[in-house]
């Protein structure tokens, strides 16, 4: 049982560059969330879906796009990275969608510099 | 408007002591749910303690416990006989009910040094 993970772990890019970062989770939870985490900062809801299908905007979704592939699958996109898109990415997933007391589990985070 | 304050960037404690880290939050909603993360200096989130906004008591896990007031709006968390382990960033967080479209919200964080 690996709970959720994400790849890469860290990436480089050039400005302008496109990627995807890739997350899955194997607890069979219903709801998928993309972070970023800005240094000395806490963490920022970018996207989530709450279950297979459905995807909506989070606090700073500009600059990015989501895919939820299956219940498991929930990847994140770059279209064309800026220097302020240099960020810790943390992938979480939760059981219920709706409901106050569903606890989200991280995934190891992708570093990813943007030059 | 900041829904989630943490006011204490950087705290010390002693270990084997207890120490509170103070968390605040706002929010209109009725049902909401409050959490307590640690992140040490390897980065992963790790899931110490929930709060849900109707709970009567107060949550406890092993040595974390959350100091709930909800008239305050302050959800604190309690670490008792503090561990050189417990040297990490803590992050509170409150999940909004319908009002706040079930949106995770994340303070900025406390640094907590435990010395020995």
């Known amino acids: 049982n690996a709970g959720v993970t994400q790849t890469p772990k860290f990436q480089v890019l050039k400005t302008g560059q496109s990627m995807t970062l890739q997350c899955a989770q194997d607890m069979n939870h219903n709801s998928m969330y993309w972070y970023r985490q800005d240094p000395g900062m806490g963490l920022r809801l970018i996207y989530y879906s709450a279950s297979e299908g459905t995807t909506d905007k989070g606090e700073v979704p500009n600059g990015y796009n989501v895919s939820r592939l299956n219940k498991r699958e929930f990847s994140l996109r770059l279209e064309s990275a800026a220097p302020s898109q240099t960020s810790v990415y943390f992938c979480?997933?939760?059981?219920?969608?709706?409901?106050?007391?569903?606890?989200?589990?991280f995934g190891p985070g992708t570093r990813l510099t943007v030059l | 408007a900041q829904k989630i304050t943490q006011t204490q960037p950087g705290m010390f404690v002693q270990e084997k002591e207890a120490v509170t880290l103070d968390c605040t939050y706002d929010t209109s909603d009725q049902s909401y749910g409050l959490f307590w993360y640690k992140q040490p200096s390897s980065g992963e989130m790790i899931f110490l303690i929930y709060?849900?906004?109707?709970?009567?008591q107060n949550a406890t896990e092993g040595r974390y416990s959350l100091n709930f007031q909800k008239a305050r709006k302050s959800a604190n968390l309690v670490i008792s006989a503090s561990q050189l382990g417990d040297s990490a960033m803590y992050f509170c967080a409150m999940r909004e009910g319908p009002g706040g479209g079930f949106k995770t919200i994340f303070g900025a964080g406390t640094r907590l040094f435990v010395k020995a």
């Open positions: 979480a997933s939760s059981e219920f969608p709706g409901d106050g007391g569903d606890t989200q589990y």
């Open positions: 709060q849900g906004s109707y709970d009567e």
